[in-house]
């Protein structure tokens, strides 16, 4: 396992909890292919299903934090735009045939989910307990 989740990442809404911890199960996964010698095979399976999960997870969570009027939502989404352009940028270079570095990608994911846990999402955590959102 590369990646683990702890408790210091629980932002007490159990949806955004599960989805946080998927999003470590997909670092250990990558890392999986990546020691499996698999992953220049699989990158582009991969990284579509990362797009996927990240699409679905900061939809949930930009709706909760509208929902609870949220003041730092702006701030939260263009982070989560930045994100999902970093994926983009890997998806494309692969769909263009151009080498991807699966081990880049998983030190940059794990960097954004360490970075973006502990610090971004922290601070809706006393918001949404405010608003009653668990």
Do not use: C
């Not at 909760?64 to 702006?74: H, K, N, V």
């Not at 045939?97 to 998983?106: C, R």
């Amino acid at each position: 396992m590369y990646a683990q989740w702890n408790e210091r990442y629980a932002v007490g809404v159990e949806l955004l909890d599960n989805q946080h911890q998927r999003l470590f199960a997909l670092v250990n996964e990558l890392f999986a292919l990546i020691r499996a010698g698999k992953a220049d095979r699989e990158i582009n399976d991969f990284i579509q299903k990362v797009r996927d999960y990240v699409d679905v997870h900061f939809s949930d969570e930009e709706r909760m934090m509208t929902r609870a009027g949220f003041p730092g939502l702006e701030m939260h989404r263009a982070e989560h735009r930045e994100m999902l352009a970093q994926v983009r940028r890997y998806q494309e270079r692969a769909a263009r045939g151009d080498p991807v570095n699966p081990t880049s990608l998983l030190e940059e994911m794990v960097i954004w989910l360490h970075s973006h846990l502990a610090r971004s999402d922290r601070a809706y955590v006393e918001h949404f307990k405010a608003h009653g959102i668990t």
